[in-house]
């Protein structure tokens, strides 16, 4: 704020008048031996009459800004839907499960709530804005960003109108900003890389999940069941592991549903091509994978550009 403006600030929040207010910053100023500008002394007076004038900043993300990784993080955004509450017992330990999915004017994300967090969901409904505080994000199995809540995570209702987005989700683009050009000796977990490389070899099979969410489903007593959606006939889809070659490495690599097949129709063994996607850890393994999301042919003039 400007200085005339903090001035009036303080004389309409307090009984002082303008004269007292000026006195008093002028005060300040020699009590600090000019360390401090009218301004500045004005902010402090302030706080003294028990006023906060500094500006708030938004914290608040945009649902296309979030990736993978993020902690402490705010969002703004209406609920679509509000899935069943889905309890489950693992290594003999009872829990709990739920997720909401919500949007802005630019995307679309689903917030996971696990066991005592689910009560936070108990006075909302489908159509409220809602206020995320407190989230991190992690990957989910295709590498997409999703919000978990944690231990100091809050949902508040949000007074604000927010019309959510009409197109497609686009996630294949989503970390467009983000990727990099790089070697596969070069890569490290969590990059986002593009390889101009070649599959050099591949192994396939095939995973179940639910045809309603897409989530993983898991085989309880003979049947397929989905944490929010119980049992369902399994929808099939392509799973495919190999590696990638650049010249500077070979390097492991997995690839799901429409771009595992992509390659695997394509017959895309021992043919250079672009890959997209982001750097793990595989589990089991212990060693890092590339998720590939995207496979795209190369375009010449670009390639050119990148040598000059």
Known sequence: MELEELKNKIVNE?????????????????????????????????????????????????????????????????????????????????????????????????????????????????????????GFTKANTF??????????????????????????????????????????????????????????STSEKEFVTCPQCGAKLEEINGSQVCKDHGKVEPKKNLILRGYLDDGTSAFRFVSFRETAEKIKNENLVGKERLFMGRVKKNEYFGDLEMIVNQVKEMNVEEEIEKLK
């Open 143 to 200: 590498g997409m960003p999703e919000i978990h809540m944690g231990r100091s995570s809050t949902l508040d209702k949000e007074d604000k109108e927010i019309k959510v987005t009409e197109e497609k989700e686009k996630p294949k683009e989503m970390y467009k900003s983000l990727v990099e050009r790089k070697n596969l000796k070069d890569l490290k977990e969590n990059d986002f890389p593009e390889i101009r490389g070649a599959v050099v």
């Open 14 to 134: 307090t009984d002082l008048s303008k004269e007292d207010v000026e006195k008093k910053i002028e005060e300040k100023v020699l009590e600090l031996s000019n360390l401090v500008s009218e301004e500045g002394a004005a902010y402090i007076i302030a706080k003294e009459e028990g006023l906060d004038l500094l500006e708030k900043k938004d914290r608040t993300l945009k649902i296309k800004n979030i990736i993978p990784r993020m902690k402490s993080m705010e969002i703004v955004g209406k609920i679509l839907d509000i899935s069943e509450l889905n309890e489950f017992e693992r290594k003999g330990k009872k829990g709990k499960v739920q997720h909401i999915n919500i949007g802005d004017e630019t995307g679309k994300i689903r917030v996971v709530f696990w066991n005592d967090k689910t009560d936070l969901l108990k006075d909302f409904k489908e159509g409220e804005t809602v206020r995320v505080k407190n």
